[in-house]
């Protein structure tokens, strides 16, 4: 089987997340990586025994060798990797948030659709067996509909200062919680609109990292993310998505942890068992899925039109800011 060549734009935090399932396969290897800091870029060669590094997203894309593009820079640039690897014909990975506006994520789909490559986007929880556990549960009706999804973090926020940036990363409203509205889309259906009251803690950063996000579907099913990134560490409130459950007319569902999920109904509690990913499975299982499409020409289960629709209830979310709003979708 002929390899197919990945290179690599930004080589930071997630892409190794990524690269380890890229190494010792018979159907792809990496052939080049590229990140604006040529530490990094070097750092990922000598771990991952890639041949090739450079810092010019233009002379990695130029190579005959690299098939496919996957592009883990921060959010803001994602719109400019894209069009770059669309126009030469690669197929594309794109972490997500897929971009920073709607429009940015239709001008990625376009190119990609006119190039005809694949765009897929990384929603990895697409290929997690708990997430999917609760989709099929909420969706069987086990605690009746519509339901009210509840999610409490408070903690620092990522690693970087450019999720802190308005214009690179946006925050937690979009960020992390972008991830939190493609499931609820995957689950509900399309959102109706969003309530939304956000505002900043940190001093010397430009995104809103505190609020309140209520996004309600017209399925009548709701979400509510009562986040923060912005308190001097973790342990100072609820750690990242530690504290949420799925309240229903019927019951609700928790999430203990392991292989299990909680449900406690009228008579007593349920546990739904699931197999359990181990380690990073899921992100192993997401880019077999990508290698497939590039192989087939098949669609990504979480492609262009799932990173538009949930940039879309983000894009809505951050659109007023430091007022309670409601915007219609
Ligand atoms: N799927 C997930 O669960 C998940 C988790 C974390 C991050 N992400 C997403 O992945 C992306 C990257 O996040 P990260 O945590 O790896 O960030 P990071 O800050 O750890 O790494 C970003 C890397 O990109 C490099 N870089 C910056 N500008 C660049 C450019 N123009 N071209 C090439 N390289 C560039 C930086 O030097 C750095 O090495 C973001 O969009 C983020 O939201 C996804």
Same mark, same amino acid.
């Given at each position: 089987m002929s390899k197919l060549g990945i290179g690599f734009i930004g080589c930071g935090g997630i892409h190794h997340a990524h690269a380890p399932h890229l190494v010792g396969r018979d159907d792809a290897r990496i052939v080049c990586a590229m990140d604006v800091n040529e530490a990094a870029a070097k750092a990922h060669c000598e771990k991952y025994a890639t041949p090739h590094w450079t810092t010019s997203r233009t002379e990695l894309l130029a190579r005959d060798d690299v098939d496919a593009g996957v592009i883990c820079t921060p959010t803001g640039f994602h719109k400019e990797a894209v069009l770059e690897a669309a126009a030469a014909g690669k197929q594309i990975f794109c972490e997500k948030?897929? !971009?920073?506006s709607v429009a940015d994520c239709e001008a990625m789909d376009a190119a990609c659709r006119a190039a005809g490559v694949v765009l897929q986007i990384g929603f990895v929880r697409h290929f997690c067996n708990e997430w999917l556990k609760l989709r099929e549960i909420i969706q069987e009706g086990m605690i009746g509909r519509p339901v009210q999804w509840r999610s409490v973090s408070g903690g620092s926020g990522a690693p970087t200062p450019w999720f802190f940036d308005k214009e690179l990363g946006g925050g937690? +409203?979009?960020?992390?919680a972008v991830h939190s509205y493609d499931w609820a889309r995957f689950i509900f259906?399309? !959102?109706?609109n969003v309530v939304t009251d956000i505002r900043k803690?940190?001093?010397? @950063?430009?995104? #809103? &990292? @505190?609020g309140t996000v209520i996004v309600n579907f017209a399925s009548g099913d709701q979400q509510v993310l009562m986040w923060s #990134?912005?308190?001097?560490? +973790?342990?100072?409130?609820?750690? !990242? &998505?530690d504290a949420h459950d799925v309240l229903g007319p019927l019951g609700s569902i928790m999430f203990p942890g392991g292989n299990q999920l909680k449900v406690n109904l009228e008579d007593g509690e349920h546990l739904v068992e699931f197999e359990a990913d181990t380690g990073n499975d899921w992100f192993r299982k997401q880019m077999d899925s990508f290698l497939e499409c590039c192989r087939t020409g098949e669609a990504p289960i979480a492609g262009a039109h799932e990173g538009i629709e949930a940039t879309r209830i983000a894009a809505a979310a951050l659109s007023v800011g430091d007022r309670p709003a409601i915007i219609e979708l």
């Open positions: 948030p897929m !971009a920073m937690p +409203f979009i960020d992390g259906g399309e !959102a109706a803690l940190k001093s010397g @950063t430009t995104a #809103w &990292d @505190t #990134w912005g308190l001097p560490g +973790f342990g100072y409130g609820v750690p !990242a &998505d």
